[in-house]
């Protein structure tokens, strides 16, 4: 199913999408980044200036031709399955592809990394190399995530569309990155005061669709600083650490409540019924139905 495409370039002054609509399979837009599937056939585009910075990620089984003008003259090359293309905000380009190209199209706003560091990185400061046909085994591993979430977008949440976002970010930043700073990796735990407000919050919200950037605020912290020290005091990311929070809290109103299961999925925040089970098996290892089935067949023992 297409739909119109969210990554925009810049064509005589006037904003055209990156893509046609019948091209674009599906669109993930999260606060400063977008992926998207295109299937484009053979064809090119007119010179245009680059709107964000930009990558594609090859997809097709088979290498194939690609060429690009740089100063006037074209240039040529081979896009192997898996490679990856990137071309920093405002950079000029003129493309063609002389056959069909099945791609991952991501577009990633300069001010997301000032969101994500808490302006320790702002967006003036990121300038991010060039890069044609490059072969990268840690972008490649992130082929399946964006094909899944993608394919399936209410199977996952707020919370790991956001770690996602942000880890491919800094990546890029700290493996391609030219003259940028380094993020001050941060150390030690949560503790105190911050962390009994985190957890009271985080509690208190189970029934909310839950930001990585609202969790951090009740810390003090950037998305990217809160997150690695989560991780620290607790050995798992915010993401795991709510969906098992929201998974037990589950199980307990199964166990004691009548509310019907579309009732206590809704309570827990999870999208919808399927996303709702797909979650609770893959932790518990069996389905919710299955579950309450176990107490409601169970019978009652009364002592006198």
């Not at 690009?68 to 380009?93: A, C, I």
């Not at 302006?119 to 899944?148: M, N, W, Y």
């Amino acid at each position: 199913m297409s739909t119109s495409s969210q990554i925009t370039l810049l064509k005589n002054g006037v904003r055209i999408p990156a893509a046609p609509q019948e091209a674009v399979k599906s669109v993930l837009n999260w606060q400063g980044f977008v992926v998207e599937h295109h299937k484009l056939i053979q064809g090119e585009l007119p010179t245009h200036t680059i709107l964000d910075h930009r990558l594609t990620i090859t997809l097709n089984t088979k290498a194939i031709p690609f060429e690009y003008k740089e100063k006037g003259v074209w240039r040529q090359l081979n896009l192997q399955p898996g490679s990856f293309s990137m071309q920093q905000h405002g950079d000029t380009g003129t493309p063609r592809w002389l056959q069909d190209f099945d791609f991952l199209a991501i577009a990633l706003s300069p001010k997301l990394y000032d969101r994500i560091t808490a302006e320790e990185i702002t967006a003036q400061q990121v300038i991010l190399k060039t890069q044609r046909g490059e072969e990268d085994a840690h972008i490649s591993s992130f082929i399946p995530l964006f094909q899944q979430v993608l394919t399936c977008p209410n199977n996952y949440t707020t919370l790991f569309k956001d770690a996602l976002a942000m880890t491919f970010a800094l990546y890029l930043l700290n493996r391609y990155g030219l003259g940028t700073k380094k993020i001050t990796e941060p150390k030690g735990k949560l503790l105190g005061v911050p962390l009994k407000r985190l957890i009271d919050f985080l509690y208190a919200h189970l029934h909310e669709e839950i930001t990585l950037q609202t969790l951090a605020e009740q810390t003090n912290l950037s998305p990217y600083h809160f997150a690695k020290l989560f991780k620290h005091t607790f050995g798992m990311s915010p993401h795991q650490f709510v969906l098992q929070a929201r998974i037990e809290k589950a199980q307990l109103l199964i166990q004691h409540s009548t509310d019907s299961l579309t009732a206590i999925a809704h309570a827990t925040g999870f999208y919808d019924q399927s996303h709702f089970t797909h979650s609770f098996k893959r932790i518990v290892g069996i389905s919710p139905k299955q579950y309450q089935s176990n107490f409601t067949n169970t019978p009652r023992i009364y002592n006198f």
